[in-house]
């Protein structure tokens, strides 16, 4: 089934001799369950493609169809409705709130759609992620690896239909990368999850079910993880 569909995606930014195509004419579908890596240089638009995939940048023409929703039709505030119950986000630098704790962190998003948090689904990601001893710990009491793993609960605790991920281990050390594409493996096998992440790192791009280059605005590869290198 799709879970997402992509369909002639355009993002261009300013006008005249300072116009930039960062997006020409994207598409391409992905089927629910799928671990996806978008790769390419930098200033070839895959960030740009993940903020539209994530509903916190508007593309200039083209459809984002998410579980049946054209997110690219949305007024902002069912837009912004629509993001938080249905696509989870997770940042390079975290993103965590510095005056919440670990387990207010992993909940605002529940709390700010005016839900109560489901509390079985609370401690079964808390055990997956290893932060059982550091539910009031605040943020800066946490290492890099910890705190990346509380934005991953945060952006998992609504059950979202995507899971994106922009360079999730770009700010940690080698031993702390792997545990984290890990974690996201594990989620994406166990539970499905969906998870689009972009990424610089060739190990995480070939251990991904399928890789989307990016070039120039434009895909210029679309292959299966064990059919492509990276150069």
Known sequence: MKILEIKDLCKVYG??????DALKNVTFDVEQGEFVAIVGPSGSGKSTL?????????????????????????????LAIFRRRQIG????????????????????????????????????????????????HLPNQLSGGQ????????ALMNHPALLLADEPTGNLDSENSKEIVSLLRKFN??????????????????????????EDGQITRDSKGAEVGMS
Not at 15 to 20: A, D, L, N, P, S
Not at 100 to 109: F, G, K, Y
Not at 147 to 154: A, E, K, L, N
């Open 15 to 20: 006008t005249g001799e300072t116009k930039v």
């Open 50 to 78: 993940l903020h539209i995939l994530g509903g916190v940048d508007s593309p200039t023409s083209g459809a984002v169809i998410i579980s049946g929703t054209d997110i690219s039709r949305l007024d902002e505030t069912k």
């Open 89 to 136: 986000l997770i940042y390079q630098f975290y993103n965590l709130i510095p005056i919440l704790n670990v387990e207010e962190n992993m909940t605002l998003p529940i709390l700010l759609d005016g839900k109560k948090p489901d509390q079985e689904l609370l401690s079964d990601l808390v055990e997956k992620l290893g932060l059982s001893a550091r539910l009031s």
């Open 147 to 154: 705190q990346q793993r509380v934005s991953i609960g945060r």
């Open 189 to 214: 096998k166990e539970n499905k999850q969906t998870v689009i992440i972009i990424t610089h790192d060739e190990r995480i791009a070939l251990s991904a079910d399928r890789i989307i280059t990016i």
